[in-house]
């Protein structure tokens, strides 16, 4: 098992390698000037100059590069005496402790990730994703039990009631909701549910999960505003869950235990629920881990409808003004997100069937 679970991580690590390397790629070949973004227009040239040194744009793309990933890995080589070497520790970008020290002006120091600063409002990255990512992880979380409950209960009663107007109409509701885009279904939902019948639903269109007192002295935590986002987001997956728990139940439901437990004489429902449902849920617990992690990142059209101000609403407009260290900040986060969800369900996977550990 250990070795099951190192072989994981390091196929995580890799994976985040590559997103850096393509996203770092990326960013650098897109039209825009950080300098005059972070200056304005009327910005003079040695103004300029200063900015370009201190971002390392004046340096060759490898440089920049290193420097890059060398700001990000939490352990980090620094120039501790050279104050114009690419790699100097810098004590008004980082928050480290140092480890030791070595060849007179190097030291290895363990750090938080260092993001770069947003070239509109100067801020660190880390804090605008640190303020956005608890709105998202609430929507999310909450789009993703809904969807799981929900899913996993509409799939056992289709299994159940095989070939019923039930399962006919689950079957129907599941192609309608994997087939509708996020962007539509939300516009839709918006518009009736928050606009038209606002008055009877009590629901805004537009709404944060905290809002201002009446004072404006204060916020407070408004849940009212999350149910429909959260039932918006939460449609593709609960229509998944449902048919992949519906097919899964059907499959196992088939095998030879299951017909020897009803031999046995054993209830229908025990043999359910303590034989078949434990082998049924395996694909299901995969399909909740890869659409937790795809909800974290795919919230950008749901965020900005219902001006909901997470991570995907901080993407987007970080997108409109070029503003790319929070776009670049923001993809590595939720690809390592999606990263570490996925290797804790190949864990998990792998504790519940032990054949997984092999393949």
């Keep these: ?89 810098d004590n008004e970008k980082y928050t480290y402790t140092k480890l030791f020290t070595f060849a007179g002006s190097r030291a290895i120091v363990l750090k938080y990730p260092y993001l770069r600063r947003s070239y509109q409002s100067k801020r660190k990255v880390s804090e605008i994703i640190s303020q956005s990512m608890p709105a998202t992880a609430v929507l999310a979380l909450t789009s993703m039990i809904i969807a799981t409950i929900l899913g996993i209960i509409l799939g056992i009663i289709s299994a ?14 599941s192609v309608i909701g994997m087939s509708v885009p996020s962007f539509f279904a939300a516009l839709i939902i918006a518009w009736i549910f928050g606009y038209l019948l606002s008055d009877y639903t009590g629901l805004n269109m537009y709404g944060s999960l905290f809002t201002l007192d009446d004072y404006g002295e204060g916020e407070y935590l408004d849940l009212k505003n999350l149910i429909l986002p959260a039932a918006t987001l939460g449609i593709r997956p609960l229509a998944v869950v449902a048919q992949l728990m519906r097919g899964s139940l059907l499959d196992v439901l088939g095998q030879d235990y299951i017909r020897t437990a009803n031999a046995k004489g054993l209830d229908f429902y025990t043999v359910i629920i303590k034989h078949a449902l434990k082998n049924a849920l395996n ?58 969800i996925n290797i804790l369900v190949d864990v998990i996977y792998g504790m519940l069937d032990p054949r997984a550990r092999v393949k």
Aim: no cysteine; glycine share 8%; net charge neutral.
């Design 160 to 173: 159940i009631k095989k070939g019923t107007f039930f399962d006919n109409f689950n079957l129907v509701f």
């Design 1 to 89: 098992m250990f070795k099951f679970i190192i072989r994981r991580v390091i196929y995580g690590f890799l994976v985040l390698v590559g997103v850096l390397v393509v996203v770092f790629l990326l960013f650098n070949v897109l039209p825009g000037d950080p300098a005059r973004m972070m200056l304005g227009q009327r910005a003079d040239q040695e103004s300029i100059k200063a900015i370009n040194r201190d971002l390392g744009l004046d340096r060759p793309l490898m440089i920049q590069f290193i420097m890059y990933a060398n700001d990000l890995s939490p352990f980090s080589v620094h120039n501790i005496v050279d104050e114009n070497h690419f790699l100097f520790l």
């Design 283 to 340: 694909p299901v617990i995969t399909a909740i881990s890869g659409w937790l992690a795809a909800l974290m990142a795919g919230t950008v059209y749901i965020e900005m409808i219902f001006g909901w101000k997470g991570i995907g609403y901080e993407t987007f407009k970080a997108l409109e003004k070029y503003d790319f260290p929070v776009v670049m900040g923001t993809v590595l986060i939720i690809a390592t997100i999606f990263v570490v």
